[in-house]
Every structure is written in structure tokens, then in C-alpha cells.
């Protein structure tokens, strides 16, 4: 039987100044067969992030759970790309992508750094590398432990549009060459549309799933800009149809803690 992820958040709140509480997230439930790739898109503020760490097990505080392949997150290989690289400034390229490995193991973070293309950069520093370098050792620290989930969070945000889609590719080859389940939080409906399997749409906070789209296009089919597009202009079709439907945002009231 093929590994499953399974997630059921009933409700995710927050504290508020004042000692109260607010909800994040509520009623969000989907499976993913580990080998999919699952983007999750919704409006600025929705939970998308906070979705992400309930996910990785960074965030225990909610009611619901979350478990992959019967075990809970703390009990699984996950690797997590950051909005922002995260490397520690004073290790070089090699050094951050070894922090998470035994000893030994230093040929497999050079093998896999030249597979990204960072194979003349391992004795570099981070303050040396430009922003498309920092992204690419951060997606290698992120495989090297052999994630049975990869979970990503905007990991191509504020790059210029040629490095985002060279630093895609790399991605989908990375994820090709080492399988793994995938979860990407994404602003950009045609990114998930040009990476992910299926297309979780979230609406305004707080957040609750919306529709789970299929993506209609073979993996082969991924650079066809004409398919992408035609793609693309379906799913945010639907996504306005929702959203219109959706009833005026309401306050939600807030809980004593």
C-alpha cells in the first residue's frame, strides 16, 4: 500500500493582545499519496503558513491531526525550504548542508550540492552568494536528509522571473531524481499550476479549503506556455466562481484563553 498523508485540522487559533483567541484555520481535511505534489493557494493572511508548519510538526497547538503514514510528523523525515535561505553565515555552503547530517557523509552534500549547481561554491559563504545560489543551497539542505515530505513555503518569492523558473526546474528535476511527497505554499496559481499534481485552494481567513483541483496536464506537458496558460485560466475561473459564492466575511468572534 502506498504511504499516505493525512491531515484533519478542525480549528487552529491564535492569541490575541487583549488574552483572547482568534481562529487561523478551520475545516481544512485532504490526503495526498506520498509521491504527489500538492500546491496550496489562497489569499495573503489565510493560514497557508501556519497550514505548512501544523504539517511539518512545527506547530502542535491545534485541534485535528496530522499523520503520514500512520505516524505523527516528529516520527518522519521532513525536509522544510523556508521562505528565506536560513543559512548560518558564519558555515560555508557545505558546512550548512552538512549540519544536518552524521559524520561522514560529507560526499553525498558535495554530490548533491553540484547537482544544483553549487559544486564550485562548497567552501563559499553565504554573505558571497547571490539570492539564487542562497535558494538553491537551501533546496539541497532540504533533500539531503531524503525527505519522506518535502514541505516549501514561497521558496522562489522576490526572484526575478527567469532565476524563479531556472530555480523550478531544478526543483521538479531534484524531485524527480529523489521522489518524495511534496507541499508548496504559493501566491502564484501558475507556479502550482506548472508544479503540483493538485491545486488545494484556501479561502480568506479564516482559512478552510475551498475546492481541491486536479491538474489536467501530464508532466511532460509542463513547458508548453500555451498549455500552462489555458491551464491556468481554468483554475482561476474557478477560484473567482468560489470566492463569489462565498458569503461577506464575517468577524470572527474571539475566545478567552
Request: charge should be positive; glycine fraction near 6%; proline fraction near 7%.
Amino acid at each position: 500500500m502506498t504511504p499516505e498523508l493525512t491531515v484533519e485540522i478542525r480549528e487552529k487559533r491564535f492569541p490575541t493582545p487583549d488574552g483572547m483567541t482568534r481562529t487561523v484555520l478551520h475545516d481544512i481535511s485532504f490526503r495526498s499519496r506520498l509521491g504527489e505534489f500538492i500546491a496550496i493557494v489562497g489569499p495573503s493572511g489565510c493560514g497557508k503558513t501556519t497550514l505548512l508548519n501544523i504539517v511539518a510538526g512545527l506547530d502542535t497547538d491545534f485541534s485535528g491531526a496530522v499523520l503520514l503514514d500512520r505516524r505523527r510528523p516528529n516520527r518522519v523525515r521532513i525536509g522544510y525550504v523556508f521562505q528565506q535561505p536560513r543559512l548560518l553565515p558564519w558555515r560555508t555552503v557545505l558546512e550548512n548542508v552538512m549540519l544536518v547530517l552524521p559524520e561522514g557523509a560529507g560526499e553525498r552534500a558535495r554530490r548533491l550540492l553540484q547537482e544544483v549547481g553549487l559544486g564550485e561554491a562548497l567552501e563559499t559563504y553565504p554573505s558571497r552568494l547571490s539570492i539564487g545560489m542562497a535558494r538553491r543551497a537551501a533546496i539541497a539542505r532540504a533533500f539531503i536528509v531524503e525527505p519522506e515530505l518535502l514541505v516549501m513555503d514561497e521558496p522562489f518569492v522576490s526572484l526575478d522571473a527567469a532565476t524563479a523558473d531556472r530555480l523550478r526546474l531544478l526543483l521538479l528535476r531534484l524531485w524527480r531524481s529523489h521522489p518524495t511527497g511534496a507541499l508548496l505554499v504559493t501566491h502564484d496559481l501558475r507556479e502550482a499550476v506548472t508544479l503540483a499534481d493538485r491545486i488545494l485552494l484556501l479561502s480568506d481567513a479564516p482559512g478552510r479549503l475551498l475546492a481541491d483541483v486536479a491538474v489536467p496536464l501530464a508532466r511532460h506537458a509542463r513547458t508548453d506556455a500555451a498549455a500552462i496558460e489555458r491551464i491556468h485560466g481554468e483554475i482561476a475561473a474557478e477560484q473567482r466562481r468560489l470566492f463569489a459564492a462565498e458569503p461577506p466575511p464575517q468577524r470572527i468572534p474571539t475566545r478567552a484563553i
